[in-house]
RNA sequence: CGGGCUGUGGCGCAGUUUGGUUAGCGCGCUUGACUGGGGGUCAAGAGGUCGGAGGUUCAAAUCCUCUCAGCCCGACCA
């Protein structure tokens, strides 16, 4: 019986699909503010796996985490010319506290270079201090005209590293290496989303970077997404706030400065790398629920059947639930379950049991199988593996599909509609109103051999596409 | 901040043009029964200051004035 379908489908409005996912997964809910989010459990359970993912990467890094308060005086955004102009549209400020005007207003963070800064010429004296590699989880504020939920919110969760260096080429490299080992790693290995990494052009730079690289994402409706991005930020902060240093010679040095980010953004992204018009689809890797039990029916014994192979599973290694809620149709609960992107379902009722096996079935291609009780933990650990590739696979097959290789604007305007337009940066260079009239931008530059472009140059390639 | 639109049970909407008696519908929710391998069926229920304020009128969801909020499209952004 063909039923309405439960979300508006991708092909027939994207943004409805999309909040039809947020609200149908239990994911977020608009706060009562304007651009403010609610992170609902399931949603929040998926931020917190990626939480620990990033947190071990940045770790291994030898980053270590820290704290710095939400308020910031506002002669701090101040100091950094560049800086303040970028950000002062979107700051939120603090007039009054405790009932009074305060003397000197507070900014709500829309990111803590600044507080950091002057944190980190208190602590840094000597070469030995560096270099200095801090980062932290917090909430950051940045007032919004046009909020949506994960992509754009007034308030978002992200987590910020800060790093000081004695050489530029030392923070350099530090700022690819948290490019690639961290959030490239991170996004291909966990998320399954393939990335184009690449160079920021000076336009799209962040306010106070002398360099500004980029991991972008292809969304399922040809837009892209900006996942997360690294800083090199020259000597303009260490020189604001006076991170300065004696080297081994006894000389007074200026530091070099790193930032980069993540943010709840990534959940905006995962939604729309991976799902599909039955919902959510989640890669195993940050999936909260790698595998449901879906008992059909409690007869003959067959629920605490279920809950010794939830429990097996879980001994196994799998993040599992049994859904024992027999009382709630069979159809509804699988609905369920597939609209929150769990990787794979195990169907269990009497039927099964009596001939010792289960019904399996993946999520990202809705097939079932038939298997055995006896080797169920390898067929899901086998199965989850699966969709984690598949996922990849997927994703990186349409990224690559949507990329194509143009060498006049006509062209990028062609392929700009449906992907990423591939273009030497020269034909683009100049035409920034012609691709703005376009809804296009530059994403981000990378070199002949398809790395982070080291400069603006004529060989660089420019990879333009809608974003977000 | 410019242009367009919308505010009616939790969600989605009808009703407004042409004022009229208990303001409807779908989904969801509650209770019960029967069910059960892809949003099950039936029955009985709960739930609404019609965004807010003022006005016109015998009578306002409906007409008038003001106001607030939200959405969409543009310029800015992780």
Redesign the pocket.
């Known amino acids: ?1 063909a ?5 508006t489908p991708q092909a027939q409005d994207f ?1 409805r699909w999309y ?1 039809d996912v947020l ?2 997964a239990e994911l977020a809910d ?1 706060g009562p ?3 403010t989010m609610v992170i609902r459990p399931y949603g929040y359970a998926i931020w917190e796996r990626m939480v620990a993912e990033v947190d071990a990467r940045i770790k291994a890094t030898g980053a270590e985490n820290a704290y710095f308060p939400l308020f910031i005086p506002e002669s701090y955004l101040q100091r950094e010319a560049e800086h303040v102009q ?1 950000f002062s ?2 700051l939120a400020v603090v007039t009054h506290g405790g009932g009074k005007e305060l003397e000197e207003p507070l900014v709500v963070r829309p ?1 803590s270079e600044t507080v950091i800064g002057e944190f980190m010429a208190k602590w840094v004296q000597s070469h030995r201090d560096l270099p200095l590699l801090l980062n932290q989880w917090a909430n ?1 504020v ?1 007032w ?5 939920l ?5 308030e ?1 969760l ?1 987590q910020e590293g800060h790093t000081a260096h004695a050489t530029e080429a030392d923070a350099a490299a530090y700022a690819r290496r948290i490019l690639h080992d961290v959030y490239e790693d991170f996004m291909v290995s966990v998320l399954a989303i393939p990335v184009v990494v690449g160079r920021k052009t000076s ?5 106070g970077a002398t360099n ?1 690289m ?1 991991c972008e994402a292809l969304m399922a409706d040809g837009k892209a997404l ?4 690294s800083h090199e930020l020259g000597q303009n902060f260490a020189r604001a706030f006076g991170i300065a240093f004696q080297d081994e010679s006894g000389t007074e040095q200026t530091a070099w400065t790193t930032s980069w ?6 959940m905006g992204g995962l939604v729309m790398a991976h799902g599909d018009d ?1 919902g959510l689809r989640l890669p195993p890797n940050v999936a909260p629920i790698q595998c449901v039990v ?1 008992l ?3 007869e003959s014994g ?1 629920g605490e059947r279920a809950a010794l192979i939830a429990e097996a599973l879980r001994t196994a290694g799998v993040r599992v639930r049994l859904d024992d ?8 609960r ?3 379950w ?2 929150k992107g769990v990787p794979v ?1 195990v ?8 001939e010792e096996q ?2 399996v ?1 993946r999520r990202d291609t ?1 097939t ?1 199988s038939t298997v055995p009780l006896a080797g169920l933990a390898a067929a899901v650990a086998d199965l989850l593996g699966a969709v984690q590739s598949s996922l990849l696979d997927e994703a990186r097959a349409r990224r690559d599909t949507a990329t194509v290789d143009v060498s006049d604007l006509d062209g990028v305007v062609a392929a700009g509609r449906s992907g990423f337009a591939r273009v030497p940066w020269p034909v683009v260079r100049d035409e920034g109103a012609a691709l ?2 376009e ?1 296009l931008t530059v994403r981000c530059l990378q070199s002949v051999d398809g790395g982070v472009a080291s400069d603006e140059g004529d060989d660089t390639a420019a990879y333009v596409a809608r ?2």
Do not use: C, H
């Open positions: 019986m039923k309405a379908p439960i979300i943004p909040q609200a149908k608009n503010a304007r651009g970028g549209p979107e990111t950051v940045r919004e005209l046009r909020p949506r994960f992509l754009r919110t007034t978002f992200w336009d799209e730079r962040f306010a500004t980029t900006q996942m997360g991005t980010g993540v943010s709840t953004r990534m039955a879906l059909i029916r409690d067959a809620r027999v009382d709630q149709s069979f159809g509804r699988a609905t369920e597939e609209l379902r169907e269990v009722g009497p039927r099964d049991l009596a289960a019904v079935v809705n079932k703005r009239a809804a974003a977000y």
